[in-house]
């Protein structure tokens, strides 16, 4: 069973900069893309950025130039650095792997940008 573990989530100032991670129990490269969601509350899942198997990578607008996503394949882990965080980046960022047909995901890890 795969199993992805997000972590690194918690409480900061707007502003203010958090690094999240995602550690799969498998290799990375068995995977085509992998890449970070987020859920507000009352609002739909929504892409926040992925990586592809090649390094390719895609962000949503509203974290372009602020968030980067990137993959240490020794660790199997992806990492979502995320810099002059907003209130509105407020939510439950959950990781997802997506490997052939198969699509796997985190529990998810809280991050609250508040004063």
């Known amino acids: 069973q795969v199993q992805l573990v997000e972590s690194g989530g918690g409480l900061v100032q707007p502003g203010g900069s958090l690094r999240l991670s995602c550690a799969a129990s498998t290799s990375i490269f068995s995977f085509n893309f992998m890449g970070w969601y987020r859920q507000a509350p009352g609002k739909e899942r929504e892409l926040v950025a992925t990586?592809?198997?090649?390094?390719?990578?895609n962000y949503a607008e509203s974290v372009k130039g602020r968030f980067t996503i990137s993959r240490d394949n020794a660790k199997n882990t992806v990492y979502l650095q995320m810099n002059s965080l907003k209130p509105e980046d407020t939510a439950i960022y959950y990781c997802r792997g997506v490997r052939v047909s198969l699509d796997y995901w985190g529990q998810g890890t809280q991050v609250t940008v508040s004063s």
């Open positions: 990586i592809g198997s090649g390094g390719n990578t």
